[in-house]
């Protein structure tokens, strides 16, 4: 009986095996007329037509494949298990046709891979710019590649890329805001996750970003910037508050002593700063260049003003005489 759920319990697992390898084995299948890329390895190109123990060859790009010898030939020891070797397939990009009867098989591409961090809820590109993510709003990242051409292959819909992401204190994160950033599935060029990071949950600082395509092992072999990843100095702020708002500086009177009797000379000094921005405000009337000054009685006033009084008292007795 032990032995009978045993063979059960295999067959399930079989089962189960043969359910998932046809999708996964698809990254690896090039279908005729289909795209391999430069940095793959472990490619089945035998639905291209071609073999183990032959040829395939490259004619550039101004040869007559009917007529002329290839440029290049490569052979092809293993067509279930063929690598795109940097080193051959570099500099000789475009269609391979298999040996000797010149028959079409497939092209190779050389990657291209770019990502940007976007703030969606200004939607504005924020890597490695003086624009920075203010603290709370929606961030997303979009990739552009042709790495999507993988698409023709049997069963993908999608190329799985790693999205890596930096915290201010050197902490790789697994994920933002629950949305896992492996095996991010990019079905489109360019392509966007959509606004998957709440940035409200994340400490302010400079985080470092960037996005890896190792599909084939093909970064692990062919590992260029640009190419099979984004190179890692994808800089992104994230920081409280608003823009810094240039402060105005208000005009204040003072009096300068001295110059000419009834008149004050005017300075102008800095008055404290304004930290508060108006779209309008009403016209300032300038100030005047002098100010006009009223005395005040000084010391002298009270006895100018008795004698001044007596006279007129001496003067009304001499009339009345």
Known sequence: MRAWYTLCSIAVVVSLLLLILPASGGLFTIPQGGTAFIGEQGLDITQTGVASATKIGWFGNSSNVTTDAPVATVTVDNAGNFFIDPAI?????????????????????D????????????NVDVTNSPDYITRGDQASFRIETNLVAMENRSGISKVPMTIYVVTPGGAQLAEVSGHPLTNIGVPTSPFSTGPIWDTGQYSSGTYTVWVICNVNKMNDNYRADGKTQTAQT??????????VIIPSITPMATIVAGGTPGTSTVATTPSAVSTTVTTSAPPETPLPTTIPVTKSPGPGFIPAFAGTIGAALILERRISR
């Open 234 to 243: 994808g800089n992104v702020r994230i920081q409280t508050g608003s823009p």
């Open 89 to 109: 397939f570099s500099s000789k990009t475009g269609a391979w046709y298999s040996l000797p009867g010149k028959s079409f098989a497939f092209y190779v591409q």
């Open 111 to 122: 990657p291209t891979l770019s990502m940007r961090v976007y703030d969606d809820t200004k």
